[in-house]
T-cell receptor
């Protein structure tokens, strides 16, 4: 199994641009989580899905952030418009049982 | 909301010395998990503790769950350079599908 796949691995964009991060969970995993990691705030849960349905988006910082999971094998996290304070590493994780399996992350830099 | 704190935030040890990180939750947990994140990497699941007072070992790593299920510790005996990274605890609050990650302890090894 290839594990959780995220793309792109690195993204550099300018303030005001739209950013879309992508995630392919491990096949058969029924939960998908989006996290953001920064030095200041640590690892924060943004939103999670169960069987493709968003369950809790209370961690999404603002309306500029949105996430979708159109099917069991794909999810996106979109930021529009992006701001410099959105610079962080964004992780996607899928879960089977109690264990979460993290993807390699997308390092986002907003100039 | 639930908060999970870890101490120390940073720890520098000589190779061969022992290392301990402590995790404290503001609420009682149903279980606690530990993850390791290598520099530049992503969190990787190490272990889960469920029972009050539970102790589990993985080679040189010893994990303990407190009697009140509000705290936990990770102890590494005779550290090696491969132990470098940030160690996170993550708590599951009864019936909650999501984990609250601790603030992490970054371990560096002095050869």
């Amino acid at each position: 199994d290839a594990g959780v796949i995220q793309s792109p691995r690195h993204e550099v964009t300018e303030m005001g641009q739209e950013v879309t991060l992508r995630c392919k969970p491990i096949s058969g995993h029924d939960y998908l989580f989006w996290y953001r990691q920064t030095m200041m705030r640590g690892l924060e849960l943004l939103i999670y899905f169960n069987n493709n349905v968003p369950i809790d988006d209370s961690g999404m910082p603002e309306d500029r952030f949105s996430a979708k999971m159109p099917n069991a094998s794909f999810s996106t996290l979109k930021i529009q418009p992006s701001e410099p304070r959105d610079s962080a590493v964004y992780f996607c994780a899928s879960r089977y049982g109690d264990t979460q399996y993290f993807g390699p992350g997308t390092r986002l830099t907003v100039l | 909301g639930q908060q999970v704190m870890q101490i120390p935030q940073y720890q520098h040890v000589q190779e061969g010395e022992d290392f301990t990180t402590y995790c404290n939750s503001s609420t009682t947990l149903s279980n606690i998990q530990w993850y390791k994140q290598r520099p530049g990497g992503h969190p990787v699941f190490l272990i889960q503790l469920v029972k009050s007072g539970e102790v589990k070992k993985q080679k040189r790593l010893t994990f303990q769950f407190g009697e009140a299920k509000k705290n936990s510790s990770l102890h590494i005996t005779a550290t090696q350079t491969t132990d470098v990274g940030t160690y996170f605890c993550a708590g599951d609050n009864f019936g909650n599908e999501k984990l609250t990650f601790g603030t992490g302890t970054r371990l560096t090894i002095i050869p």
